[in-house]
């Protein structure tokens, strides 16, 4: 008897402790923001209660789910950090909205969340963040804060978030590893200044797919220090296209290494898919894939601009190792094919199977090179500068 009462004991010891080992979830708290004082009512500031219900799902052990329901939501800032101990999924079923440009309080982003993972924020289908943007962008000169930030979240999952009108970019990711954002919609008008869809550097293992993005400038732009970037299925226009770069600014080293662009579609883009390093800066762009690409109306579809100076004092970040295949669709300029590399050329450049008409009826579309090398397969049009 003795014996069954201290095996008990024992056991009744060790179960918290087994639970833990074996990584069982001991709670599954729901953390609802109204339970914390939101009002919900798009006037009142919500974000304290946003912050309180943050830090109690933060705290807790196991799954939380922080729930926003459908309403709309004014906060001036929110600011989800962490480290959590527990794993955190965002329903975010209503509106959250920014607070207008005259009552901002300051710094660089509206949403900021940072050093959480295992995020998950889903949008349920209904969720918006919306920005202040019309009035923001009036006044180009003004420091205007990126809307949802994410900085050093490994394991993220966003999906089916409407995001729309920042005063400057949709959503920034940096320094952060292994996220998926699927079936975001990014909306902003092509005259928006600066308000680039996704902004990301410092990161590795980052997917965006099933999504569309219309903005005033990139739809996508994958900066310094960035690895294995993909971009699939998404749709991009107005805007500026998908851009690996600016690399190089202030004289920076900044590598950008596998990027896979497949699936998307552009419609009535600046660019299409583009390279852009700035003089004087170091570092690599290599191993870009471009491929299945749909063109509609696209100023530049190819283009490398290494912005060549003649200036031999000039250092520049290296191109190459670089694919363009299964390009189709109609180029708004002329020039279809554009490689203007710096002097110390870019390598290794495949361009196959595209076939890029003049939107224009009765034009022909043509090709432009400048130190650029590599190999040609089945393109229209035809790129006879490419050497090897
Ligand atoms: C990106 O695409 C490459 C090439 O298909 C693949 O190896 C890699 O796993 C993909 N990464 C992500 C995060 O989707
Ligand atoms: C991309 O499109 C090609 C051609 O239409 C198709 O065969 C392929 O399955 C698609 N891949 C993805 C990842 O969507």
């Known amino acids: ?47 304290k209660a946003f912050f309180s219900a ?18 709309i939501f004014m906060a001036s800032k929110i600011h989800f ?27 660089s982003e509206w949403i900021n969340v940072e050093y959480v993972n295992g995020l998950t924020i889903d949008g349920n289908g209904e969720g918006s963040v919306l920005g202040d943007g019309p009035t923001w962008w009036q006044c180009p000169r003004c420091s205007r804060p990126t809307m949802l930030h994410f900085h050093s979240c ?31 919609s990014i909306s902003s008008p092509a005259t928006s200044p600066n308000t680039d869809g996704f902004d990301i550097s410092h990161s590795n293992n980052i997917l965006i797919q099933d999504s569309n993005i219309k903005s005033g400038d990139d739809c ?12 699939t299925r998404v749709t991009c226009g107005p805007g500026h296209g998908i851009s690996v770069g600016s690399l190089g600014g202030n004289g920076a080293n900044d590598q950008v290494s596998d990027v896979h662009v497949r699936n998307c579609t552009f419609i009535g883009t600046q660019n299409g898919a583009r390279i852009k390093t ?12 471009f491929e299945h690409i749909v063109l509609v109306n696209v100023m530049n579809p190819i283009i490398i601009d290494q912005a060549y100076t003649l200036s031999t004092l000039d250092t520049a970040v290296s191109v190459r190792d670089v694919t363009y295949r299964g390009f189709t669709g109609t180029s708004y300029s002329d020039i ?21 008409v003049s939107a224009q009826p009765g034009k022909k579309t043509s090709s432009f090179c400048r130190n650029a090398h590599g190999i040609v397969r089945n393109t229209i049009p035809i790129v006879p500068c490419l050497s090897n």
């Not at 959590?84 to 309080?105: D, E, T």
């Not at 700035?278 to 894939?289: D, E, F, H, L, M």
């Open 54 to 71: 943050w830090s109690s799902a933060c705290k807790a052990v196991g799954t939380s789910t922080l729930v926003i329901p459908g309403k």
């Open 336 to 356: 279809a094919i554009d490689l203007k590399c710096s002097s110390s050329g870019c390598f290794k450049i495949l361009l196959d199977q595209n076939n890029i």
């Open 154 to 184: 490994n394991d993220l999952n966003v999906r089916n978030l409407r995001i729309l009108n920042s005063p400057r970019s949709h959503v920034s990711v940096n320094m952060c590893n292994h996220a998926t954002f699927s079936y975001i």
């Open 1 to 47: 008897m003795q014996g069954f009462v201290t095996f008990v004991l024992i056991l009744a010891f060790l179960s918290p402790c087994l639970c833990t080992m074996l990584n069982v979830r001991t709670t599954n708290g729901i953390y609802n923001v109204m339970q914390y004082g939101a009002r919900g009512d798009g006037k009142s500031d919500d974000s």
């Open 81 to 107: 950090s962490g480290p959590c101990s527990a794993k955190i999924l965002i329903q975010l079923k209503g509106k959250i909205v920014a607070p207008s440009k005259a009552a901002w309080r300051g710094g």
């Open 220 to 231: 996508i732009a994958v900066n310094g220090g960035s690895t294995f970037i993909n971009a």
């Open 278 to 289: 700035v003089p004087g800066g170091s570092g690599y762009a290599r191993k870009i894939t």
